[in-house]
């Protein structure tokens, strides 16, 4: 075999490039923690399509051995429990957009921070009356504080009860509206009242007794506030809630579901001390 010796340096490097990429490039189409070799022999996934899925799109799925788990309303897929070894398979499909796992995340609450200016709302008796605020949290727990402001409750977590087992959304929900009722009386030598006590809390829960969730669970809240925008006057998702970043925002369902959010008008808080 004959080699013809490059001319320039830079035709040299980029020939070089391509047979490396060749050889050891990965699947784009998989996300790089489903490109290592210690995957369990079947996991839960999420698939994100080019366009909305079609019923043969499932049957594609099905035939590797990956049921259909959950349909996404407003992201462009679902969640598949697949073998391990069906996904690149799977990926050939034309229009998979990219498969990424159903990652596990919790509720984290790193930083609270109290330089948010909200004392400035409140000296213009700006309190949020008539604004809803989805919380999409462990639950929110039946506390004076927050009587009478939960006007919806869902639970999506399936391996937990609605109500609020870790304590941690109905911490968060006393920092949004607590009225400070539970912080009031002869035994307290202060009273913490709530950013905006006159909020409407919207309730999804997906986060367990353990404080812990997936990607899927979160995505569907997010999509129930989006359909409850209207009925409730959804003005703010909450997530005090995360995990690590696996890939760009551009191909991670969670930010894809949250940007429908935002291009349905709603403001997405995630905490600080989320990640």
């Known amino acids: 075999m004959r080699f013809t010796s490059f ?16 050889c050891w ?11 290592g070799g210690n995957l369990p022999a079947a996991l839960d996934v999420i698939i994100q399509y080019k366009q909305p899925p079609t019923g043969d799109d499932d049957q594609k799925v099905i035939d590797q051995g990956g049921p259909v788990k959950k349909k996404f309303k407003y992201v462009k897929g679902g969640t598949y429990h697949v073998p391990s070894s069906a996904l690149s398979a799977i990926a050939e499909s034309s229009n998979v957009a990219y498969i990424s796992p159903d990652h596990a995340l ?28 989805a919380v999409i949290d462990s639950g929110i727990a039946n506390v004076a504080d927050l009587q009478g402001k939960v006007v919806y409750a869902e639970m999506f977590n399936t391996n937990t009860t609605l109500g609020d087992a870790y304590g941690h959304g109905t911490h968060v929900s006393g920092i949004i509206a607590g009225s400070g009722k539970d912080s009031t009386g002869s035994l307290f030598f202060r009273t913490f009242h709530g950013v905006a006590e006159g909020v409407n809390l919207i309730n999804l829960q997906v986060l367990d007794a353990n404080g812990a969730g997936t990607d899927s669970f979160t995505i569907a809240a ?10 409730h006057n959804i003005r703010v998702i909450n997530l005090s809630l995360g995990r690590p970043v696996y890939e760009s925002y551009k191909l991670d369902p969670l930010c894809q579901a949250l940007e429908q959010a935002w291009k349905a008008g709603i403001a997405v808080v995630v905490a600080a001390g989320s990640r």
Not at 106 to 133: M, P, R
Not at 222 to 229: R, T
């Open 25 to 35: 490039g990965g699947n784009a189409k998989l996300s790089a923690d489903l490109q």
């Open 7 to 22: 001319k320039t340096p830079l035709l040299a490097f980029a020939v070089s490039v391509f047979l490396s990429s060749a």
């Open 222 to 231: 997010v999509e129930q506030a989006i359909a409850l925008k209207d009925t």
């Open 106 to 133: 919790k509720g984290l609450l790193d930083q609270a921070d109290t330089t948010i200016g909200s004392y400035l709302a409140a000296s213009y008796n700006v309190d949020g009356t008539g604004i809803g605020v």
